[in-house]
């Protein structure tokens, strides 16, 4: 049976994911895969974005640093449709997020997977279970197949032998692990890890960071990370996007990035508790706070 | 600071956003039933849950109320000298009232918690939020079935009440008081009605019970904020939003099918 025979019979009795066979999925020539432009977000009176512009490359690993509470995971949101913004219009594939229909948006969904930071295991089933969820949603796949394709993931991230293991035996660097097994079952063209390195010891961490490079080197995965770890975005990332104040205030390589005199690379490189990012959060008089007539500085 | 703090206004206005809230998302949940015919495994396992395991409270209540309720009447009626009509009394309180009204109470505060609790942890650890990831809709999902089986629960557990109720009366009236078997029987029968007292008064009613108190434990789960303190919070609020909407519907419902 020819390629085409099996590719067709799949489809017909639709046994493989949509990310597989939709046009949603189909690659462009386009060299962006997520073209972010005007992106403006306005959330209980703070604005997040002013008219963000960012073209993520496809087939990269991108890394989206800035300091906390800059709408790193926010933006993250915007891409899968969780969020939408106030105006501008965000491209992924081509696609445009905001204005999908549900079924349209699910459909993207499959061919994107989502590290979270906490790993988000559903913790009514175990690792294999975890890891064949999509599949059994999605596919009518024979069990044998769905027993093959998860074991085939749990090998790739290490942990095939972890497979009856349930969320709560994992640890920290374990569950992502599992996660991004989960995340990486439909093959997807675009994984976004939301802080994939937080609270993970050295030697989970340079796991999580191998895995990352060598999904992207081998499946040609657009990979885009939120992360504040400098030297673990130096090794992984070929891309960086600096953002604050709603706004894109430096990008490029990781070490011209590092290099560039900016007061913004300067203090976020550099771990500086002062300077474009106050170290008081905004407030009143302190005077008047206390009470005193006076003003205090 | 806080520009909704709990003046008298407030809590009125938060209380209707609540009830208008709770109404489109029990409308999400009728249009998500088609949705979730595919997940059937997954409402299998939740009437496994919220029924199956809901049996033995269900049960021993049921028994000891019907204990104790024999004992009261037989008590009261002796005076008048009819404690032969004690079993057909403790049937009709039973059938009418008793039955749909406590397994409602008992399944809110067993089973209602549970899936509140469960859903709201869900949501606190990003397991809904991965779910809509992985392109999975989590109303037909998580909410639907834990919906419906309340829904179908509530008759069934009801059923096991009374039976066990009328079999706790029957312990205390025949086998330790002393009423004849056969009176406890006949005047039970003869009294109680099929379409006033078993299916309007058993099934009706519970069905009911069913739909407000499974709404109620699913909506404050999704509608919870994501933190411990916000789950304990929900899980409160359906004990006491449960137990207020089983009460005041039992009057609208008897006033209605009586």
Redesign the interface.
Known sequence: MAFADIFGYLQRFRMMPSSMTDPVHATTDDSTLVRVRGLTTVLNGKTIFDALDMDIPRGKVTAIMGPSGTGKTTLLKHI?G?MRGDAGEILVNGENVATLSRERL??L??G?G?L?Q?S????DYDVFENVA??LR??TKLPEVLIRNLVLMKLQAVGLRGAAGLMPSELSGGMARRVALA?AIVFDPMLILYDEPFVGLDPVALNQVLKLIRTLNRTLGITSVLVAHEIEAIKQVADHVFLIANGKVVAQGDPKTIAADGSPWTRQFFGGEADGPVPFQYPAGDLGQALGFSGAVK | MNPRKRTGGNVVIQSLEQIGNGGLFLLTLLAAIPRSLRYFRETIRQLWFVGAMSLTIIMVCGLFVGMVLMLQLYHVLSIFGSTSASGMVVALAVYRELGPVVTALLFAGRAGTAITAEIG??RA???I??M??????PIA?VATPRFLAGLIAMPLLTCVFCAMAIFGAHLVGVTWLGIDNGTFWSNMTAVVNLRTDIVNGVLLKSLAFGLVVSLIAVYQGFATPPTSEGVAYATTRTVVASSIAILALDFVLTAFLM
């Open positions: 899968t969780q699910f459909a969904r499959e994107i989502y979270f906490n988000a295991l559903l913790t969820f999509p949603q999605h989960r | 942890l869900m650890t990003d397991q939020d991965a809509e990831l992985m392109a999975v809709d999902y």
